[in-house]
T-cell receptor
Framework: GAVVSQHPSRVICKSGTSVKIECRSLDFQATTMFWYRQFPKKSLMLMATSNEGSKATYEQGVEKDKFLINHASLTLSTLTVTSAHPEDSSFYIC?????????????FGPGTRLTVT | DAKTTQPPSMDCAEGRAANLPCNHSTISGNEYVYWYRQIHSQGPQYIIHGLKNNETNEMASLIITEDRKSSTLILPHATLRDTAVYYCISFYNQGGKLIFGQGTELSVKP
């Protein structure tokens, strides 16, 4: 099946700094990529949807100036957490779709564990 | 997207079939039923999806009731590696968003 990678898998940063997380579709071109956040013992929460070459669409309550999303190509999307605070510590997961006809499978990356100290 | 409800947890003996139910009573005619699972600290993994007919692949079978208000995911011979949280999601293809509920935490026991 299609493979999605994320880098880094774990990152620790100091409060006030910015962190960039990369999401890549390795063997297919992703028309759309999604970013999720997951707190311990909780379900995945959709943060934003991004299409290549256009601005991301953010879910209600997600600050677009704090979580910057860039989708520069059909295989790469980045999420930058700006001025990170301890409450931003979470598991960030991206996914990518390979829409073809009526098939719409969404493939997930392995996740990035962010810890803000 | 329609809301789904699942039991919060289930146990299953290793080697036996695991039957995970899902209610989606408000599903619309063009929404599919998708199943994903998430093993601890990993990204979700696609399992199967269907619209009206029952579906089977190498991982599981999906049984959808005739009125489409509920479905069951069947893992025919559960192994310890199937221990995970299983998510049932009703979803409109072609541009919709996957909205995850709380899922069912399946524990496969020896």
């Amino acid at each position: 099946g299609a493979v999605v990678s994320q880098h880094p898998s774990r990152v620790i940063c100091k409060s006030g700094t910015s962190v960039k997380i990369e999401c890549r579709s390795l063997d297919f071109q992703a028309t759309t990529m999604f970013w999720y956040r997951q707190f311990p013992k909780k379900s995945l929460m959709l943060m934003a949807t991004s299409n290549e070459g256009s601005k991301a669409t953010y879910e209600q309550g997600v600050e677009k100036d704090k979580f910057l999303i860039n989708h520069a190509s059909l295989t790469l999307s980045t999420l930058t957490v700006t001025s990170a605070h301890p409450e931003d510590s979470s598991f960030y997961i991206c996914s990518a779709t390979q829409a073809a006809g009526v098939s719409y499978e969404q493939y997930f990356g392995p996740g990035t564990r962010l810890t803000v100290t | 997207d329609a809301k789904t409800t699942q039991p919060p947890s289930m146990d299953c003996a290793e080697g036996r079939a695991a039957n995970l139910p899902c209610n989606h009573s408000t599903i619309s005619g063009n929404e599919y039923v998708y199943w994903y699972r998430q093993i601890h600290s990993q990204g979700p993994q696609y399992i199967i999806h269907g619209l009206k007919n029952n579906e089977t692949n190498e991982m599981a079978s999906l049984i959808i009731t005739e009125d489409r208000k509920s479905s069951t995911l069947i893992l025919p011979h559960a192994t310890l590696r199937d221990t995970a949280v299983y998510y049932c999601i009703s979803f409109y293809n072609q541009g919709g968003k996957l909205i995850f509920g709380q899922g069912t935490e399946l524990s496969v026991k020896p």
